[in-house]
């Protein structure tokens, strides 16, 4: 299947989260922090934490670890968070 990581498509596989793809294609970081823009990545790999946030689709604060990827999934790195306050 294919995605869309940042403008660019790739290849996946049934079942692979986005972390999973894109840790497949090298990219360790896809998400700043919001205070200070430090880069983060995959952390805990359990959805415990919140570093691994992407937006999917236009959809912001996805846990890369947990979402699986669907064919034509567009998948964006994040700046900070948006969730909630």
Known sequence: MRV???????EAREGQT??????????????????TGRPRGLFC???ACFD????VNGVPDVRACQRFVADGDDIRPQSGAELPS
């Open 45 to 47: 790999g359990i959805g």
């Open 18 to 35: 986005v972390a999973g793809v894109l840790m497949g294609l090298g990219v360790r970081s896809w998400r700043t922090t919001r205070g």
């Open 52 to 55: 691994c946030l992407v937006k």
């Open 4 to 10: 869309v990581w940042d403008g660019e498509e790739v």
